[in-house]
């Protein structure tokens, strides 16, 4: 949908551009939103080359399982379904560990093997298993107490405290956590 959306605004833009005498307004941004997209893609980079690499190391030493066991209580009310040697335990836990560090893109590929891992273990494929829906609900909520990503976005457009959006980041990411653990809980048990 989104390929035919953006298109469509772009050519309305252009249009509007040549009929209001504003094409040199429009020319100018294209290659202003080039530079500045290219500007940000070098920040993000960076950024997410680090904690990839901090994700890793963690993955390979025994902190992983350390972290793990300190998220123990929590994972095992959000995953009950989930044994607590499985590979799919750690899996999650360091998915929620990236997400609590604020690293969206870098905690993508964990959440991915996570759900991966959720979907061997589900036996009826066609339907997501009670912990497929929590691992989706946490994702999407992403309890952040480090939102690194939008720390990174704001530091790359010069703000004059980037850092000024972790008390409300915090708020809001909590609020969406506990609702939609909630009405996940909720409906976990409707359901049974």
Not at 70 to 90: A, E, G, M, Q, V
Not at 130 to 143: F, G, P
Not at 158 to 182: E, F, H, K, M, Y
Request: glycine share 4%; charged share 10%.
């Amino acid at each position: 949908m989104l390929n035919f959306i953006w298109p469509v605004f772009i050519i309305i833009s252009y249009i509007y551009s040549v009929f209001s005498g504003h094409i040199d307004d429009i020319n100018n941004s294209i290659f202003d939103s080039c530079k500045s997209a290219v500007e940000l893609t070098i920040t993000f980079f960076g950024t997410i080359t680090l904690w990839c690499g901090i994700m890793k190391i963690s993955r390979d030493s025994s902190l992983s399982q350390k972290l793990a066991k300190l998220l123990s209580p929590i994972i095992r009310f959000l995953f009950p379904d989930i044994k607590k040697d499985s590979s799919t335990y750690n899996e999650i836990s360091l998915n929620i560990i990236a997400n609590l560090l604020g690293l969206g893109n870098a905690a993508t590929p964990l959440g991915l093997k996570a759900m991966s891992s959720l979907q061997e273990q589900n036996p009826n494929k066609n339907i997501l298993s009670n912990s497929m829906a929590m691992l989706i609900l946490l994702n999407t909520a992403s309890l952040q107490l480090i939102p690194t990503t939008v720390i990174a976005i704001r530091s790359s457009l010069n703000s004059a405290n980037p850092t000024s959006i972790i008390v409300p980041v915090w708020l809001s990411t909590i609020c969406a956590a506990i609702a939609g653990v909630s009405a996940v809980k909720f409906f976990i048990k409707l359901g049974k």
